[in-house]
């Protein structure tokens, strides 16, 4: 199946195997509690369906460790886009796959954290499975408080996938892991400031088994399995600022992001 769109709801919702989110020092949790979140995507024509169960909890275990167990569903239904070609009239049209793909992810997360005075460590891992698809990762996180406006944060996650397609005869493996520095900043009680810096590196099977390439002119066949290549380094910032502002009762938050990697960047605002 495509990842992309189960990717970009997974990410919304901060459900994906293994990402990297700033720690923030604190007490452990002091009170059992949990949560249940659900999150329905759909696009025109019915071309694509996605519905998404998260069930998570906490709970404290003496007065400086807690413990927390997530759980992710999620289904989808519908057509991809496969390749591009261009038609009789020079326009570039998509090809999309049909109404085929059936699939469901379930995913399990366990996280430990020990909280000092203005020091968190944490410890989290989990596997998520699917008909074609399985992760198993785990991570850490620290963040150090400095001065009760001022936290640093570092974090680092491991994910081993395989990929096994469905009516394919082959299984590919990959390793993923990824690194943040982070620094958020309280400049008053109504502003906030924050930034944080990602390295990411990938290697072994990056490529889509339900993707393909059109190539006009061609010597033998013009539809080519997708190819990529089997290393990827990537770097992100990502600056953000939270503002309130009482006398208008609104509040302003806005983002600048810069990435790069060894096949494209991009920035977004």
Do not use: C
């Not at 275990?61 to 886009?81: C, E, H, W, Y």
């Not at 399995?225 to 992100?236: E, L, M, V």
């Amino acid at each position: 199946m495509s990842k992309t769109l189960v990717n970009r709801l997974s990410l919304a919702a901060l459900a994906l195997p293994g990402l990297i989110q700033p720690a923030q020092a604190g007490r452990a949790e002091e009170t059992y509690n949990s949560d249940f979140q659900y999150a329905h995507y759909e696009e025109s024509g019915e071309r694509m369906k996605v519905d998404v169960f998260e069930l998570s909890a906490a709970a404290p275990i003496g007065k400086a460790f807690s413990v927390s167990l997530d759980l992710v569903r999620d289904t989808m239904s519908g057509a991809s886009p496969m390749f591009n070609v261009r038609d009789a009239n020079g326009q570039v049209k998509q090809q999309i796959s049909g109404a085929s793909i059936a699939d469901q992810r379930d995913m399990v997360n366990v996280g430990l954290n020990y909280a000092m005075d203005s020091v968190t460590i944490g410890l989290s891992g989990g596997v998520s499975g699917e008909d074609d698809y399985l992760s198993r990762y785990f991570g850490t996180n620290l963040s150090w408080d400095l001065n009760k406006a001022t936290t640093l944060s570092a974090s680092a996650s491991y994910a081993f996938d395989d990929v096994f397609p469905t009516g394919g005869s082959y299984r590919k493996s990959k390793f993923n892991q990824q690194y943040l520095l982070g620094v958020t900043q309280v400049v008053n009680k109504n502003t906030l400031i924050q930034s944080n810096m990602t390295f990411g590196y990938n290697q072994g099977f990056l490529s889509d088994p339900y993707k393909k390439v059109f190539v006009e002119n061609p010597i033998g066949s013009p539809i080519l399995d997708d190819t990529r290549p089997d290393k990827k380094f990537q770097w992100a910032w990502l600056t953000r600022y939270v503002g309130h502002f009482k006398s208008l009762k609104a509040a302003l938050h806005a983002d600048y992001r810069f990435y790069v990697d060894d096949w494209a960047w991009s920035r977004i605002w």
